[in-house]
């Protein structure tokens, strides 16, 4: 099974655009979207596991020039308890 995940990031002035183009060449980099609200961006990230996941944020993510501060929220997964 694999693990999602929602990351909220702040960037600097003027970088919102550059980082989303960076963001969709990652490879497990679902979608980024500039929004409203607090942070510029969201990004959803799949991969097999949640050490993959902590690896692409902290190797790839967060060294992405124009980003100042991320928070990573873990989605959680579907079960049958949660329908009834």
Known sequence: MS???FVLIETEVGKINKV???LKGIE?????DCV???YDVIAVIERESLNDIGDLVTG???SI????RTVVCLARQDTASDRE
Not at 28 to 32: F, I, L, N, R, Y
Not at 65 to 68: E, L, P, V, Y
């Open 3 to 5: 693990a999602k995940v």
């Open 20 to 22: 989303v183009a960076t």
């Open 28 to 32: 497990g980099v679902k979608t980024a």
């Open 36 to 38: 409203t609200g607090p």
């Open 60 to 62: 790839k993510i967060q």
């Open 65 to 68: 020039a124009g980003i100042s």
